[in-house]
């Protein structure tokens, strides 16, 4: 395609837009301006520094064009740190943060601008991403994986809107140069969030040859683990800097930055296989959970995955119990909002109209702490469904109607959030629409 229709090139898409945005202007108009643009300048001499352009720069939002996704990646990640340098000099309320997309794809470039699905797909993975993070799409992660010194953290596929394929993402562990400065820079969104790493298992059968065994054990449980949306799992190749190597617990998990790790060992007899996992809060050194599982060992790679998946099914419930026991135990004025989105879970799981009722006033403060939450969204929906069902307050009709507002929204900026699909097909069933009911 050329002349007045255009031409088509491939490129790397950078989508960056700021994490609420609106909340900044409402407090500070004037010093929110001066505060974008002065971070669009960061953002544009990174973007010339990797050879990109700008191709526009409409409200909060910034994309950008590279002939090279490892460019447009480096730009990103160095985007992102330069930031959070900057943010780190001004009072919490008044930081800006950014989360940035990149996609690689063909485009279509007409009057300096750039249209098509891969432009759409680079602005699908911003919006999947977390406050100072860089979300990538699977075509640029196999172009730069072995280009780059950064680490990723595959979350898996997302159906989002407009696009017919789902999307295979990848999170970038921006980290420092050396481990506890990565620990004490991470993004906060992240920090308030369950984090865990998964160390590497040890091989106990004596022999080298069983390493690749007990290494692909592991790189599959960071794997499975990394499905988990609402748990942020250190990358691979933080983890495995402490292969070989005897671990104090306590002292890895504050140079990685996490509450939790997982720590295991393999043992090979014969024909038989026995992997054993604990499963360890880092704040006191105590196991939470631990198990052990015999095999016999035939296909190798089968093995792996359905030792890594019947961990994982097995941690899973007990790391969110976990963290609404943590949040439950908490003073409620130093609640943040995971904590506070946990403890009202923890009231919503009692079952009764008053701890109903207090569930939702943790839900309601989780979101006026991070608007861009939708698993609070989730939550507060639920609690109306709830109050809808039994009859604990308002009126029906009315609790209905703010369950779907509440749980509509939290799909609208989470649309893997199991809670709120499961509050939406609860309101079909008790409508009679169970055709839509059994969808959600």
Same mark, same amino acid.
């Given at each position: 395609m050329g002349g007045g229709d255009g031409e088509r090139k491939l490129a790397a898409i950078l989508s960056a837009d700021v994490v609420g945005y609106a909340r900044l202007m409402e407090d500070d108009e004037r010093a929110t301006v001066r505060a974008l643009t002065d971070y669009r300048d960061v953002f544009r001499d990174h973007i010339e520094r990797h050879r990109g352009r700008v191709v526009d720069a409409l409200g909060d939002n910034l994309m950008a064009e590279f002939a090279s996704p490892v460019e447009a990646e480096e730009c990103a990640v160095h985007a992102q740190r330069e930031i959070a340098r900057r943010n780190g000099q001004l009072a919490e309320h008044r930081r800006m943060d950014f989360r940035i997309g990149i996609n690689l794809g063909d485009v279509l470039l007409k009057d300096g601008a750039l249209y098509g699905e891969s432009v759409n797909i680079a602005a699908r993975l911003e919006a999947l991403g977390v406050a100072g993070g860089v979300c990538i799409?699977?075509?640029?992660?196999?172009?730069?994986?072995?280009? %780059?010194?950064?680490?990723?953290?595959?979350?898996?596929?997302?159906?989002?809107? =407009?696009? /017919?394929?789902? %999307?295979? !993402?990848?999170?970038? /562990?921006?980290? !420092?140069?050396?481990?506890? #400065? #990565? !620990?004490? =820079?991470?993004? *906060? !969104?992240? /920090?308030?969030? #369950?984090?865990? /790493? %998964?160390? *590497?298992f040890d091989n106990m059968s004596g022999d080298p040859e069983q390493e690749y065994f007990s290494d692909g054990i592991t790189e599959d449980l960071i794997t499975a683990l990394s499905r988990i949306h609402w748990l942020f799992v250190t990358a691979r190749n933080s983890t495995f800097t402490f292969k070989g190597t005897a671990v104090d617990v306590k002292h890895v998990a504050a140079e990685l930055g996490v509450r939790y790790v997982v720590e295991g060992s393999v043992r090979k007899a014969g024909n038989r296989i026995r992997v054993t996992a604990q499963f360890i809060d880092a704040a006191t050194g105590g196991h939470v959970w631990a198990s052990r599982y015999d095999r016999e060992l035939s296909d190798v790679f089968a093995l792996q995955e359905e030792i890594s998946d019947t961990i994982t099914a097995a941690l899973q419930p007990e790391l969110a119990g976990f963290e609404r026991e943590r949040a439950h135990r908490k003073r409620p004025d130093n609640l943040d909002a995971w904590e506070s989105y946990q403890r009202g879970l923890w009231h919503v799981y009692q079952f009764n109209g008053e701890e109903n009722e207090e569930a939702r006033g943790l839900f309601r403060r989780a979101v006026e702490l991070d608007p861009g939450f939708g698993g609070a969204y989730a939550g507060l929906g639920y609690t109306y469904f709830l109050d809808a069902l039994f009859g604990w307050g308002g009126g029906a009709d009315d609790n209905i109607q703010q369950s779907f507002r509440a749980t509509k929204r939290a799909l609208t900026l989470d649309n893997r959030d199991t809670m709120a699909h499961y509050a939406l097909g609860r309101l079909y069933m008790l409508l009679g629409d169970q055709e839509s009911a059994l969808a959600e």
């Open positions: 799409s699977s075509k640029v992660y196999e172009e730069v994986k072995s280009k %780059v010194t950064f680490g990723f953290d595959y979350f898996g596929e997302h159906q989002v809107k =407009n696009i /017919a394929e789902p %999307v295979r !993402a990848y999170r970038v /562990a921006i980290e !420092a140069p050396s481990r506890s #400065a #990565a !620990a004490d =820079n991470r993004d *906060p !969104a992240i /920090a308030e969030k #369950a984090t865990i /790493a %998964v160390l *590497p």
